[in-house]
Each structure stands twice: as structure tokens, then as C-alpha cells.
């Protein structure tokens, strides 16, 4: 069986009871009228971004083709809302970034490459979660910002912000505001204190950057609108986003050896391009997550 739980705007505490396998109102995505997780499933999470739905879908449908049964509950949020849920066990799996999920378990942790910074995670984990095999794409944060500025404030690099950053507003999700790896870790790290932070959902960072409603952006350099509008993603000398490799993040007593084995197999052919490529088409050409998804399994051979 495959379910569907939509999520978007509704509070964590419907959230929680249908994790727990309540009756609920979501529509199951086969028929409706689902009873939420069933005994027994997998349970896939994504953020509240096109990104981690696409990859969520990509897991998930892996799973399915070998006969895991799969339940969805996307856009649930940011890491401060679903990590909880993994922890205890509402969430199976959810498609983590290495150094992100690093940063929330140890803001003090020094960046490092991939295989360094996983062995970073496996340490702080707590007992019951696990990391599986990354992938070698990797989608990291950046501060972004328009040709036009970049030209204006001879912007090339991350460090050629501070002297003029407090000119700039910087806008991204709420908590890229407190995060190490976001403006805590700007001024720390490069002496960058923007004039002004404005809190943005995710989709509206782009258009707000071509408005001039903000000069900087936080996003992310798989986003294909960075090309598209030709912005300039500044560089990170200090590497202070660190590695950023998608890993499933799972609940090791809720994931068998079956849903491991397809789990580790997407992440060995999933790469920062074909990722970067399958976003364009769900973000820019506004295909279905679901059905990009189940096509590039189908031509990896993975379904």
C-alpha cells in the first residue's frame, strides 16, 4: 500500500497523531479514506522545499519496488520540527544533508569533507538513529545574489561581503537566521552582518532577489534558478556550509536490511547533475515530483 499525508499548514499535534497511526482525514493517495501510517510501514518525511519532496519521493518509490510498504508525509517543515519526529519514531526515513544534520547536532563541530563529517554524525547521533550511505550530490547553502550586485559591490566570495553586507538585507527561511550555518556562522566566521534579515518561505527567495526586495539570498546551488537568472553564488573560502551529501537519515529499528539495500542503491547513482536537473524540471518547468521521481528510477534500473 502507498499513503499520502498532506501536511501543509496543518499543527504538529495532527501531525503527531496521524505518525502514530490514528484515524485522521487525509487522503490516502489510492482511493482515500486512509487510516494514516499502518502497522509496519516505512514512513518517508521531506521539508517543506521542492528539493526534499523530489528526494523523498525518489527513496520512498525505491522502496516501494521492493515491496516495502511505504507511507508519505511530506512538507512537514524544517529540521527543528521533523528531527523530533525521526527521534521517536513518528518518521522512518527521511533524506538528510551530512553537514546539516552535523550543525544541529553539534553547532561546535568543525566542516569537513564528506567521509569525515559523516563519522562526525555517527558519533552524535543518538542511540536508535543511524546514517546510511550518501550520495555523492550534494546541495549545499549559499548566499546568493543578483549579476547586478555582485558588479555594483565587487562580490565574489563570502568574505568580500563584510564591508558592505550592512547595506544589503538578506533574505532566507526563518531558521537560516539562527543556525551556525547561516548568519551566526556569517559573522563569526567572515565578519558579515547584513543591515537586515527578512524571513522568506523558500519559493519566494527568487522573485523577492529579481524585485530588489532583498540584495542576498540563501539558497541552495542545486536551486536551476540560479542559472536560469544568472545569479552569482558567492564563493566559501572558510567552508563554512561544509559537506552537504544527501544521506538517509532513518530510524534504525523501523528500517530492515530490504529498505536499506534500496535506500543505499539510489544513493549510489544519484549525482549533484542529475539532481540539479530533475529540480528544473519540478521547480522550473512545474512537473510532478512524484512522476520525475518514478522516471529517473526507471531509467536507472532501480524500479
Known amino acids: 500500500m502507498r499513503t499520502r499525508l498532506a501536511l501543509i499548514g496543518l499543527p504538529l499535534t495532527a501531525v503527531l497523531l496521524t505518525a502514530c497511526g490514528g484515524s485522521d482525514p487525509y487522503e490516502e493517495e489510492e482511493g482515500g479514506g486512509g487510516d494514516g501510517a499502518s502497522a509496519g510501514s516505512v514512513v ?69 569533507g564528506g567521509e569525515e563529517t559523516n563519522q562526525r554524525v555517527t558519533e552524535a547521533l543518538p542511540e536508535g538513529l543511524e546514517i546510511l550511505d550518501s550520495s555523492s550530490a550534494e546541495n549545499k547553502d549559499s548566499v546568493t545574489v543578483t549579476r547586478e550586485t555582485a558588479e555594483e559591490y565587487g562580490l565574489s566570495s563570502l568574505a568580500d561581503l563584510a564591508g558592505v553586507a550592512g547595506e544589503l538585507t538578506l533574505g532566507g527561511p526563518p531558521e537560516f537566521e539562527t543556525r551556525q550555518q547561516g548568519v551566526v556562522g556569517l559573522a563569526e566566521v567572515y565578519g558579515v552582518e547584513f543591515g537586515e534579515f527578512r524571513s522568506l518561505e523558500v519559493a519566494l527567495l527568487t522573485q523577492a532577489l529579481l524585485d530588489g526586495d532583498i540584495q542576498a539570498a540563501n539558497l541552495f546551488t542545486t536551486d536551476p534558478q540560479i542559472a536560469v537568472e544568472d545569479f552569482v553564488v558567492l564563493e566559501d573560502p572558510e567552508n563554512l556550509f561544509g559537506a552537504q551529501n544527501i544521506t538517509p537519515l532513518v530510524n534504525a529499528e523501523q528500517v530492515d536490511d530490504t529498505a536499506r539495500a534500496a535506500l543505499n542503491a539510489v544513493s549510489a547513482a544519484l549525482t549533484t547533475e542529475a539532481l540539479t536537473e530533475l529540480n528544473e524540471r519540478v521547480i522550473v518547468q512545474n512537473e510532478n515530483a512524484a512522476d520525475v521521481a518514478q522516471e529517473w528510477l526507471e531509467q536507472e534500473g532501480l524500479v
Open 44 to 112: 518517508i518525511g521531506s521539508a517543506d522545499f521542492p528539493e526534499s519532496t523530489l528526494l523523498a519521493e525518489i527513496y520512498g518509490r525505491a522502496m516501494e519496488a521492493e515491496g516495502v510498504d511505504v507511507t508519505y508525509q511530506l512538507n512537514i517543515g524544517s529540521r527543528e520540527v521533523y528531527y523530533s519526529q525521526i527521534e521517536s519514531g513518528n518518521l522512518s526515513v527521511f533524506p538528510e544533508y551530512n553537514g546539516a544534520i552535523l550543525a544541529y547536532l553539534d553547532e561546535d563541530a568543525p566542516t569537513g
